[in-house]
């Protein structure tokens, strides 16, 4: 028959290591999770950045096909593909 104080000390310890093993695993995934949350608003920053710069290249090319079309160096109907 096992030794019932050596069976709860190793239950005590058992419960001490599990709750260490908790409280690094819950530090470490906070720790990823809070990295991750810098590196999903650093993507969402550069998508952003990179949306306005199209948007306004976008724009850009608008009012310069509006200038040369007003010019009448290019005809809108060539650039869209209607002309033949």
């Given at each position: 028959m096992p030794n019932s104080?050596?069976?709860l000390n190793d239950l005590n310890f058992d419960h001490q290591i599990k709750k260490m093993v908790d409280r690094d695993l819950l530090e470490f995934v906070s720790i990823q999770v809070y990295e991750l949350k810098g590196e999903m608003q650093t993507?969402?920053?550069c998508v952003k950045l990179n949306t306005d710069?199209?948007?306004k290249n976008r724009i850009t090319l608008i009012t310069l096909i509006a200038v040369l079309a007003g010019l009448g160096i290019i005809e809108l109907k060539t650039i869209f593909g209607l002309g033949g």
């Amino acid at each position: 028959m096992p030794n019932s104080k050596k069976m709860l000390n190793d239950l005590n310890f058992d419960h001490q290591i599990k709750k260490m093993v908790d409280r690094d695993l819950l530090e470490f995934v906070s720790i990823q999770v809070y990295e991750l949350k810098g590196e999903m608003q650093t993507i969402k920053d550069c998508v952003k950045l990179n949306t306005d710069r199209i948007w306004k290249n976008r724009i850009t090319l608008i009012t310069l096909i509006a200038v040369l079309a007003g010019l009448g160096i290019i005809e809108l109907k060539t650039i869209f593909g209607l002309g033949g």
